[in-house]
Structures are given as C-alpha cells and as structure tokens.
C-alpha cells in the first residue's frame, strides 16, 4: 500500500491535501499548501485554513507517511539507475566485444593490396592503416573494463601515422574512417 493513500478515518479531501503536499516537494510546508490554495483558482481546494491543514497533518501522520513515500521514491530512483546501469554494462560489453572480433578480424588483412596490370606493380592501400587496430583494441578494451568495473588506465600507444599510412591516405581520412566505423557499431549495438 503506498503511503499516500487514504486511511481510515481520512476523509477525501485530507487525502488530496496530503498528495498536494507531497507533490510540493523537498521544500514543501503546510504554510506553503495553505498559500497555494488560498491563491488557487478554477478547482476548489480541500481547505484554504492552515490550522485545517495542520489538524489533518498530525491526526493522519503526514510527516511519517511523507517520508515513507519519499523512501520508497528514493529506493524506486535506485532501483532504475541500478538497472540503467546494468544496462548499459552490457551495451559496453556488447560493443568492446564487437570491437574485438573486428580487429581480429582486420589483423588477417594486408594494409595493402598489390595488383599487376600491363607488367607494371599497382599498390592499392586499404582503408584503414597499421594504426587502426591498436585504436580499436584500446577502446574495446576501455569499454571491457568500464563494462566489469575494472581499472580503465592503460598504456597508450603511440604511433607514428606518417611512417604507416599508405600513399594517399591522410591521418584526416583515417580518423574520418574510425569515427564512421564507431558510429556503425554503435548502431549495430543499439540495434540489438
């Protein structure tokens, strides 16, 4: 049974004055309520006389009911950031995994691809560099630990792009290719 329903005795109007006085809030009082009411217009308040809402309040135990629901608020807010919070552990662990598999994956593949055409030696970069999959595995790796709440600092590695990146291909492009990748991923993951 919530705290703010009506109880023996209570009658209709005390009730509605004491969800009024819930809903006022963290800084509520029962001057407060009587000023609200006595300042309404259209719908007649239960009371506008605070020495009625002072009655109501100690003979129906406002106070003690007030903070009975306010617990239960706080347990209920508890309960959703507990469970958002799950949630989102397992989205994080869903995309570092993810991320994972694609860098396994891109490790299997040249940076490069030759070709010959007419005698001549056609060197064809790929779409992504050296540098790719350290990055990919770095943020997996961030995601899994903030996933099972382990600690995140890790050794970042430092590569030098100039000396990796294929003819052609600026460290601007190679950036542009990740942040399009992590927004793919991050689509898939929601999507599932």
Known sequence: MTPLARIDGESLKANIALNDYALLGAG????LLAEK???AKGEKPPTIHLSTLEQWSAAFMWQARIAEYEKQN?????QKRQQRQLEW????????THLFNIAQQ????PLVQTKTKDGK???IPMHWTADTIPRMVQTADKLARLAT???TDIQQINLNLDEILPEGVS???FDSLIDGLAAQLLQQVQND
Not at 28 to 31: D, F, G, K, W
Not at 74 to 78: F, G, S
């Open 149 to 151: 709440h382990t600690e």
């Open 74 to 78: 706080q347990i209920a807010l508890l």
């Open 171 to 173: 460290p601007e492009q």
């Open 106 to 109: 891109m490790s299997n593949f």
């Open 89 to 96: 552990e397992e989205k994080s662990w869903t995309m570092a």
């Open 28 to 31: 509520r009082s029962l001057r």
């Open 121 to 123: 030696t056609i060197i």
């Open 37 to 39: 009411y006595q300042q």
